[in-house]
């Protein structure tokens, strides 16, 4: 069980959804598709990443100020427009009232440097605010975007081009190679913990699966009216 700001009851480590369920995290607003953490009562949910995202951190996109993670957005629309993706965004923000300066969760989790092995040949590096460039990977235009961009060849993509959706899932299905996040400790300390958490669960899971074949074979010896559970 785990505690967390943005919710009064404690928060339960569960299981990858099932393949009928769809769940969104109540942070990042990405699907879940791994173990996480919720409260069944509230249909609560959040990813172990957004769960253990520290309060308050240094990214290099905003050196002048620290980032402070709020569970909603401050302003009189009740939304924020990320600054690193230029999209609006309704739950947790990381957020520097001063300048209002806003990121979501997903982007401010970016690695800072990383290999598409399918895309181009070197490794490319988050670059923030170019103010025109126009995408080699979906060719429309962006302005002041983040990006992943390699200046010896002036090859740029997308965010969501670099890293297709849910931003949270598997980065080697998704094509990508090596990553870097650029010695933010914060973000390294969050994946080495989730690393440890998902290991975990995945321990549980193998008991419950061997418990269960060890009662399904007790439910060939025994008779109807004999049980024994081993969960």
């Given amino acids: 069980m785990m505690n967390h700001f943005s919710h009064p009851h404690e928060l339960q480590l569960l299981e990858v959804p099932a393949i009928h369920e769809k769940l969104n995290c109540n942070a990042c607003e990405q699907q ?3 173990p996480y953490h919720g409260c069944r009562k509230c249909q609560y949910w959040l990813h172990s990443n957004c769960l253990n995202f520290p309060r308050s951190i240094q990214h290099p996109s905003h050196p002048s100020h620290p980032l402070t993670l709020l569970q909603n957005p401050t302003y009189s ?13 309704n739950n947790f923000t990381l957020s520097c009232a001063h300048c209002e300066f806003d990121l979501h969760l997903k982007c401010a989790s970016l690695p ?16 923030f605010n170019i103010p025109e460039f126009i995408c080699d990977v979906c060719r429309s235009v962006m302005n002041n975007q983040w990006l992943y961009y ?14 297709p959706k849910p931003w949270n899932h598997n980065l080697e299905e998704a094509g990508i190679g090596e990553t ?4 933010i400790p914060e973000v390294e300390a969050i994946w ?23 009662q399904n074979a007790l439910d060939l010896l025994d008779p109807p009216e004999t049980k024994y559970y081993y969960y």
Avoid: Y
């Fill in 150 to 163: 390699c200046q010896g060849c002036d090859f740029g993509t997308h965010l969501e081009c670099a890293i």
């Fill in 112 to 127: 800072n440097s990383l290999l598409l092995d399918k895309l181009h040949p070197h490794r490319l590096n988050l670059t």
């Fill in 192 to 214: 080495k913990m989730n690393e440890l958490q998902e290991q975990i669960c995945a321990a549980q899971m193998a008991a419950r699966i061997q418990a269960r074949g060890r």
């Fill in 32 to 34: 879940i598709l791994e």
């Fill in 180 to 183: 870097s996040t650029g010695g």
């Fill in 77 to 89: 629309s009740r939304s924020f427009f990320c600054n690193a993706c230029t999209s609006v965004g």
